[in-house]
């Protein structure tokens, strides 16, 4: 039973995401204001720090609050959802449910038929257990996805509520979204590019959470990194072996958890890379494993 005189769910310290979701939808909302008055090269550095923004908010505070939700309040929760949708241009509650499909199969090999359980597993589109090729996952991996109204259709066979505050949010961030284009629509356009392009980015993270993890292994299902600043901006997703073993761990908490646990990490050959995930392809350590692409059908 909830307490209801208490304000944060897990910790005090999740209003930092939440506050920081507050302020990414109101600086957005400043570009989009301030947009006739830039120069643009202003507008440029822009939506290069925008398209950055929706890459760190997918892998932090969206992240978090998928697996502590924030608050002990429903509406709160629900205005934190509605405000990353609206910043990312990605309804959270069907990111939500993309990414706990994501840990139902934790980067698993498809099966004899070809497929995965986990939708972004680096092995999907990869051949004889090998991963893809890094530059198709980081591409290609948004449009694999299943559209909006296909997602909602998943999720309403089990939770319909979720359903249709799924839709709500994916209804409500076109709003938003229309707003944006009559108050400057090249920004609304510019902007839908550079959200595309934080997804590359949240792909980018995901091919090295993974590469080098151990499908077959729970203890070993991310690769993890301890990098200081990268934990920092990104509220401790470094720690992604350690998130994988234990996914309701507060983000807080993951280095009291790697502690506790790093002995058996170490026994079991947990994969550990020195750079930020983001910047994966500059570790030595991961230039050696093998990729292979799917073949594709051929044509009768």
């Known amino acids: 039973m909830k307490d209801k ?41 822009g939506l290069v720090v925008y398209a950055f923004s929706v890459g760190w908010n997918l892998n932090s505070v969206a992240h978090n609050f998928i697996h502590n939700p924030f608050f002990t309040a429903s509406w709160a929760n629900r205005m934190v959802a509605y405000l990353i949708s609206w910043s990312l241009i990605t309804p959270q509650t069907m990111y939500h449910y993309v990414h706990l499909w994501h840990h139902a199969g934790n980067a698993d090999y498809p099966d004899e038929d070809g497929h995965t ?4 597993s680096i092995y999907q589109f990869g051949a004889d257990r090998k991963p893809e ?29 979720d359903a249709r505050r799924a839709m709500n ?27 595309y392009l934080g997804q590359c980015l949240s792909n980018l993270s995901g091919y090295y959470e993974h590469l080098g993890g151990n499908p077959d292994e729970p203890i070993a299902w991310g690769v993890s990194t301890y990098a200081p600043v990268y934990n920092f901006v990104f509220l401790n997703n470094g720690y992604h072996a350690e998130h994988h073993y234990r996914p309701k761990q507060h ?27 983001i910047l994966g392809f500059l570790e030595p350590r991961t230039w050696g494993f093998p990729v292979a692409a799917r073949p594709k059908p051929k044509r009768k």
């Open 169 to 195: 949010e994916f209804w409500s961030m076109l709003a938003v979204w229309s707003v944006f284009l009559v108050v400057a629509w090249p920004f609304a356009i510019l902007g839908i590019i550079a959200s």
């Open 5 to 45: 005189s208490r304000i944060f769910a897990v910790s005090a310290w999740d209003a930092v995401p939440a506050a920081l979701a507050l302020l990414q939808f109101l600086l957005i909302v400043a570009f989009a204001c301030l947009w006739w008055h830039m120069t643009w090269p202003e507008r440029i550095i």
């Open 251 to 277: 983000w807080t908490r993951m280095k009291t958890l790697r502690r506790s646990i790093a002995a058996e990490q170490a026994d079991k050959g947990v994969f550990i890379i020195r750079t930020a995930h």
């Open 133 to 161: 090729p890094l530059w198709s996952y980081v591409f290609l991996q948004f449009f694999r996805d299943d559209d909006p109204f296909a997602l909602a259709a998943r999720i309403r066979s089990r939770r319909p509520a």
């Open 117 to 120: 359980v986990d939708p972004l």
